[in-house]
């Protein structure tokens, strides 16, 4: 099948600084694609290069196939960093106007902007103005604005910055469903929590590069022989200097760890029991976290 969205050997330079450094990705048809990094990466520079706001220095961005259209756009969900929205009109004043500038018909958007409010839990809002309505509630009408129009490929900068809990299962769910429609989604993100409970595919990027890139499970399995859980009393602080480990993470009081290439689980574990009195020692699958430390640390 052809993917909805591929990037090659893309760049962007603001005068010595380069923003995004050849970077390369395909994101798969029917997948949710996570583009992550921390602030500064490249990864909004990515997106906006994507979506043809910004012109890359070199490189090509593709759509469905074939170098990038302007009428593919109409094919597009974009959802960008900037919240915008009309804060005078009503909430379905705006979603009619952001479906009408996408080609759809106004007899045709109304029932079905009645359907997505009641979906994201706004229909008591309809007829409100947008500045009455708080932020997370403001991202929900964006959302169903970017989704109106039904597009085969979500581009998302930062979907889930500022919203709480409740509404970031609501996203999640809503780009779930997207996904078994047979459609893509790529989101950058920050947050490596949620990008790997909902992706098929990532794009770890640092410093205008990409540092990994491929199919999630197939990373960890990857990876994950060395990637270990340790629940212990004592001195956890001497773990870091073990020539053995790479990598420690502590989450909840427990101990995520990661051994280096040459080292052994039963050998690290007869070194720590001379400092440590250990209740659990075993091998588990990593967290995306730690393949996002150690990938930057070896590109360094």
Same mark, same amino acid.
């Given at each position: ?83 915008? /929205? ?68 979500? #581009? ?48 770890? #990027? ?14 960890? !399995? !990857? ?5 270990? !859980? ?16 790479? =990598? ?27 400092? /440590? ?12 976290? =730690?393949?996002? #430390? ?7």
């Amino acid at each position: 099948m052809t993917p909805p969205l591929e990037l090659r050997d893309v760049r962007k330079s603001y005068g010595d600084f380069v923003a995004v450094d050849g970077v390369s990705l395909t994101v798969p048809p029917g997948s949710i694609c996570g583009f992550l990094g921390p602030n500064g990466a490249g990864k909004t520079t990515a997106v906006r290069m994507i979506m043809d706001i910004i012109a890359p220095d070199a490189g090509e961005v593709r759509f469905f196939g074939h170098p990038r259209k302007s009428e593919d756009l109409r094919r597009v969900g974009y959802l960008p960093e900037e919240r915008g /929205l009309y804060r005078k009109m009503t909430v379905t004043e705006q979603l009619v106007f952001l479906g009408e500038i996408r080609g759809l018909k106004k007899k045709d958007l109304v029932p079905r902007i009645e359907r997505w409010l009641e979906r994201v839990d706004l229909t008591a809002w309809a007829k409100r103005k947008v500045e009455e309505l708080s932020k997370g509630m403001q991202q929900k009408v964006q959302l169903v604005g970017t989704v109106l129009h039904e597009p085969e490929l979500l #581009i998302l900068d930062e979907p889930f910055s500022g919203l709480d809990p409740i509404n970031q299962e609501l996203f999640r769910d809503l780009l779930v469903e997207h996904r078994r429609q047979g459609r893509s989604v790529i989101f950058s993100t920050h947050g490596m929590d949620l990008a790997q409970r909902m992706c098929d595919h990532i794009c770890l #990027i640092n410093r205008g590069s990409i540092v990994l890139e491929g199919e999630l499970q197939e990373i960890k !399995r !990857r990876v994950g022989g060395n990637s270990y !859980r340790l629940m212990a009393e004592g001195d956890l602080d001497r773990l870091r200097d073990m020539p053995e480990i790479d =990598q420690v993470l502590v989450q909840d009081g427990v101990v995520k760890l990661m051994l280096r290439p040459d080292a052994t689980g039963p050998e690290t574990l007869r070194r720590m029991v001379q400092f /440590l009195n250990v209740h659990e020692f075993r091998s588990e699958e990593p967290e995306l976290e =730690q393949i996002f #430390i150690k990938a930057v640390r070896d590109a360094a």
